[in-house]
């Protein structure tokens, strides 16, 4: 079992910046890539960003490329999501979850994710 807790998430005007945690425990992080997915209450749950266990490629969502960017500290046992550029349109609870490496490859399926934070909120305004 791995447990995930996200935190960082707030309230920050259009175009601040956050920076969210997801610290793991129970098992070490370094054997799962993790997503970061996000759900606001008019979507259906939405891919963000995904990092290879070690850390070594990176994908993103089109809406978020250029302006997040997801990072990993296996030796904290945590995954990061560094938001700057924030639009009223990034407002939602955002996730990360861990997928175990045994699957291989770029996954934004959260459907093939194992394990869930309880999410944290994240509130752009205008």
């Known amino acids: 079992q791995v447990q995930l807790v996200e935190s960082g998430g707030g309230f920050v005007q259009a175009g601040g910046s956050l920076r969210l945690s997801c610290a793991a425990s129970?098992?070490?992080?370094?054997?799962?890539?993790m997503g970061w997915f996000r759900q606001n209450p008019e979507k259906e749950r939405e891919f963000v960003a995904f990092?290879?266990?070690?850390?070594?490629?990176?994908y993103y969502a089109d809406s978020v490329k250029g302006r997040f960017t997801i990072s990993r500290d296996n030796a904290k046992n945590t995954v990061y999501l560094q938001m700057n550029a924030l639009k009223t349109e990034d407002t939602a609870v955002y996730y990360c979850a861990a997928r175990p490496t045994y699957l291989r490859g770029f996954a934004d399926n959260g459907n093939t994710y194992d394990y869930w934070g309880q999410g944290t909120q994240v509130t752009v305004s205008s």
């Open positions: 129970g098992r070490t992080l370094s054997n799962y890539d």
């Open positions: 990092i290879y266990w070690s850390g070594g490629n990176t």
